[in-house]
């Protein structure tokens, strides 16, 4: 008589099989390196920033400037809605976590493009709004790559884990990096208004 298998299908994996503890021992180094890789390429921008006179150009670079912050926060508001709906139960980590593999390059092209188009700028770091929204700058790429990271512990675990069976520790860190992301991009938002609006940097 043939046994019929009582086996649940397999779903196929989102991620590659590496285990998880050589992955996160492989971040480690990887991620403190684009931090500081972001840290210097932020640090470049105001620094050539503050040297380059203002050109007659200077409304297009503004065009692309603006530009880069909606990709930017457009991609950052998908990412953390797929993460919100996670931790309401209406979403799965597997969706989370393919929504940030699709839309992450989309929040690191808008963050460049911020650095690269404010250059050309000609920012008053003695204004403080200016000054604000440079730190507020650094802070949504130093978030970015600790939320890069928190994607790679989180392949680690299975793709149907409800967030509230997530380690604590997972779950604070998820909505800690959610919080300071969206903080972080709507107040650039802002200060790149108040700004525009006075004619500052």
Request: aromatic fraction near 8%; hydrophobic fraction near 55%.
């Amino acid at each position: 008589m043939e046994e019929t298998s009582t086996r649940a299908p397999v779903a196929p994996a989102l991620h590659s099989p590496t285990p998880a503890p050589h992955r996160r021992a492989v971040g480690r180094g990887t991620f403190a390196l684009r931090g500081i890789a972001v840290t210097i390429l932020w640090a470049t921008s105001v620094i050539i920033g503050g040297i380059l006179p203002a050109g007659e150009l200077r409304w297009i670079w503004l065009v692309g400037h603006l530009a880069a912050l909606v990709v930017g926060l457009g991609a950052a508001v998908m990412i953390e809605y797929a993460g919100f709906l996670w931790t309401i139960g209406r979403g799965t980590l597997h969706e989370v976590g393919a929504t940030e593999e699709r839309l992450a390059p989309l929040a690191w092209l808008g963050f460049g493009g911020m650095l690269l188009t404010g250059m050309f700028l000609s920012p008053d770091v003695s204004n403080p709004l200016t000054a604000l929204k440079m730190i507020v700058v650094l802070a949504i790429g130093l978030n970015a790559v600790a939320t890069a990271r928190l994607t790679v512990v989180l392949h680690g675990l299975p793709d149907d884990l409800p967030f509230r069976r997530a380690p604590w520790r997972l779950r604070s860190w998820s909505l800690a990096t959610g919080l300071v992301s969206q903080l972080a991009w709507w107040s650039a938002v802002l200060l790149g208004t108040l700004n525009t609006a006075s004619r500052g940097a």
